[in-house]
């Protein structure tokens, strides 16, 4: 009969323990969703659009990751990325929308690992019309991040984007 009492303890602990997820990935979504919030704070007054993450695995090289931002109209976009959920270097680039070959880099930052970046559309377009003297205004963008070779361990990106 005791060993009844022991099996059924047993068996509770082990289901009850198969409902307690902790792994990586559940940690690392806690803490974008903490950057989410302060990259939405950093865009203000701007009116928040939305939000993109990207999770990425370090490897033994150097491996890029991109994200296509559509800009409609002629509104003030702003933009606000959170590396602090990166131990490695990442660096950011952004190009105009346009065939790989011959796109047009508007703004580029270097080791945004471990802190947060914010930059704008009114800028972005500046630097284009620069670059691309008869060009009207980029319609679509390239955010591009380059993950440089590292420790296998997942990280994620977090890109709040609003709306003026």
């Known amino acids: 009969m005791k060993i009844y009492k022991y099996i059924a303890i047993f068996l509770l602990s082990v289901v009850s323990f198969g409902f307690v997820k902790t792994d990586a990935k559940s940690d690392l979504d806690a803490q974008l969703a903490l950057y989410k919030k302060e990259c939405k704070d950093l865009i203000k007054p701007a009116?928040?659009?939305?939000?993109?993450?990207t999770y990425f695995t370090r490897k033994k090289k150097t491996q890029k990751k991109s994200v296509e931002v559509y800009l409609v109209m002629d509104s003030e976009y702003h933009f606000a990325l959170s590396g602090k959920a990166c131990a490695g270097i990442i660096n950011l680039r952004?190009?105009?929308?346009?065939?790989?070959d011959s796109r047009t880099l508007v703004y580029e930052q270097k080791a945004i690992q471990g802190k947060n970046v914010v930059f704008n559309s009114s800028d972005l377009n500046a630097t284009y019309r620069k670059k691309v003297p008869n060009a009207d205004?980029?319609?679509?963008?390239v955010i591009e991040y380059e993950v440089a070779a590292g420790e296998d361990k997942l990280?994620?990106?977090i890109l709040v984007i609003g709306n003026k």
């Open 94 to 100: 952004v190009f105009d929308f346009s065939d790989e």
């Open 137 to 141: 205004r980029l319609k679509n963008l």
């Open 47 to 53: 009116r928040y659009e939305g939000s993109r993450t």
């Open 155 to 157: 990280e994620g990106i």
